[in-house]
């Protein structure tokens, strides 16, 4: 079992910005895929983006220019930078690693 840990949420005006944080012990060692997706009440999760264990990054193509992916393989961490926020980003944010563990997720909530 892995246990990942997201922080960074919380709440801003549109416009704003968030850096949201995600902790897995032994995620560079892995080298798996980490994955950030998001939910927003009432709608389906839907994923946002991905860093594989080589450093490709993709993003939702929609979020491209707002959003970016990075890590910190000294703290096995995942960051995602998000600018520009709109309130259509509200949602919980969830990251996954390997396709199977999951974290407990952080909310985001744009007000206009």
């Known amino acids: 079992h892995v246990q990942l840990v997201e922080s960074g949420g919380g709440s801003v005006q549109a416009g704003g910005s968030l850096r949201l944080s995600c902790t897995a012990p032994?995620?560079?060692?892995?080298?798996?895929?980490m994955d950030w997706h998001r939910q927003a009440a009432g709608k389906q999760r839907e994923w946002v983006s991905r860093?594989?264990?080589?450093?490709?990054?993709d993003y939702m193509p929609t979020l491209k220019e707002r959003f970016t992916l990075s890590k910190d393989e000294a703290k096995d961490t995942v960051y995602l930078q998000m600018h520009s926020l709109k309130p259509e980003d509200t949602a919980v944010y969830s990251c996954?690693?390997?396709?199977?563990?999951w974290g407990q997720g952080t909310q985001v909530t744009v007000s206009s």
């Open positions: 996954r690693l390997c396709g199977v563990y």
């Open positions: 032994g995620f560079t060692s892995k080298k798996c895929a």
């Open positions: 860093i594989s264990p080589a450093g490709r990054i």
